[in-house]
Structure formats: structure tokens, C-alpha cells
């Protein structure tokens, strides 16, 4: 059977793509293609991906895979920069509660419980954070993740603690991004989560924040 788009990806077309189809048909063909590289990635990981591969099971001639994507590391990088961008719109929503949120360690505790979760439910989401550590070329992409991430976690830490600086609060913002980021990569280590290492970087971070927002809000008693 030919592989499916996945609902879970939005079309959003990665600068190494050799050409971005305009036609229906062709962007149909394209969303095949990325839909059986994610299919495989979750079946085997990284070192059974190679673009006859996923020629095969997305049932298109490899000569149509290569008109699109000049190579696997391309079908990555657009994997992996459609999966941080479903994370990153969902954190940079919900993290703006952080203001003014009476309880912000429960609402910590559901953002970093709901992005463990995107990466038990996306396609091949496990294995993509895996090859943005294991291939140099994607690399930027994890790092330009992590800093929007800690930039939109600083704001919202600014004005839940005015008397934070914006430097200070992004830098504690930056490696609360980091450390939970690489900790939910060792959670899922072995593909399914490890319940006890969530629960610890759940504690973590929330120690780690407590100084900078156990703060009480203006007119608030």
C-alpha cells in the first residue's frame, strides 16, 4: 500500500527542495514522499532510510522523488523542520498563560507533558529528533527551535516577574528549552517514553523556574 500524507505535517516546503510543485496532483505526490519517509523512520530509524525506500513505499519512481528532494537529508530536513514547527506553534500558544497563570507549575507540567506527547503521536517523531542529533546538516534547525522556544518563555517571564531582566530571563529561558528539550530525548530513548524520566524533567525544570516565578502579580492578594 502506498503510504498516506500525514494530517499531522503542514505543507511547508524546506530550502532544499530542487522544485516546489504548483499542481495539485504534484503536491500530492511531494506530501507520498514525505509521508513514507516518516512511515520508515518510525519502522527503522535513520539507518533504514534511503530514498529507494521510500520511492518504493510511497509507490513513485525514484527519478520523481529525485525532480523534488535531491537527496534523503533534504526529506529530513523538511520532516524535521515540519515537526519543530508543530511543536513551536503550539509552545509559543500556550507558554503566554505563564504571565498569569495562578498555578505555573501545573501549566508547566501540561506543556512539557504535551510535548513529550507530540513525540509519541507524529510519525517518525521519535526518530527525527534522533537524526537532528546524529546529521550535521539539520543541526540548525534543532538550535533555531530551541532559541524561539526560550525567547517566547522569556517574555512571558518578564511580565510574570517585571523586576526580571529580558537578558536574564532568556538565558534562564534558554537552558530551561535545552534541558527539557535533551531530557525528553532521553525519555524516549528507547522509543517508547520512560515515565520516570518525564516525571523527573518535569521536576526539574520546575525547580529550576521556581526562583523566577513563584512571584505574586499585581492585585493579586
Known amino acids: 500500500m502506498p503510504a498516506k500524507p500525514s494530517p499531522q505535517f503542514e505543507e511547508s516546503a524546506s530550502p532544499l527542495r530542487r522544485r516546489t510543485p504548483v499542481q495539485a496532483r504534484a503536491r500530492r505526490t511531494v506530501e507520498k514522499i514525505l509521508a513514507a519517509a516518516a512511515e520508515i523512520l518510525a519502522e527503522s530509524g535513520l539507518p533504514g532510510l534511503n530514498t529507494n525506500a521510500i520511492a518504493a513505499r510511497a509507490e ?22 515540519r515537526f519543530e514547527d508543530i511543536r513551536g ?30 513525540r509519541a503521536e507524529v ?14 546538516e539539520l543541526g540548525e534547525i534543532d538550535d533555531s527551535s530551541t532559541r524561539r522556544s526560550a525567547g517566547y518563555l522569556a517574555d512571558a517571564m518578564c511580565l510574570r516577574n517585571p ?33 520516570e524520566l518525564l516525571d523527573e524533567t518535569i521536576t526539574i525544570c520546575q525547580a529550576y523556574m521556581a526562583p523566577y516565578c513563584d512571584v505574586l502579580q499585581p492585585g493579586r492578594p
Open 60 to 81: 513513485v519512481n525514484v527519478a520523481t522523488l529525485y525532480s523534488y528532494f535531491p537527496d534523503k537529508i533534504a526529506i529530513l530536513q523538511e520532516l524535521s523542520a
Open 89 to 118: 506553534r503550539y509552545f509559543a500558544d500556550r507558554i503566554e498563560a505563564l504571565a498569569t497563570a495562578p498555578d505555573w507549575r501545573l501549566l508547566t507540567q501540561e506543556i512539557i507533558l504535551r510535548l513529550a506527547q507530540f
Open 123 to 136: 510519525a517518525g517523531g521519535v526518530a527525527l529528533r534522533r537524526a537532528l542529533q546524529a546529521v550535521p
Open 163 to 195: 523586576r526580571l531582566s529580558r537578558d536574564r530571563a532568556y538565558v534562564v529561558a534558554l537552558v530551561t528549552s535545552e534541558t527539557v528539550s535533551r531530557l525528553l530525548d532521553l525519555a524516549f530513548r528507547d522509543r517508547t517514553c520512560d515515565k
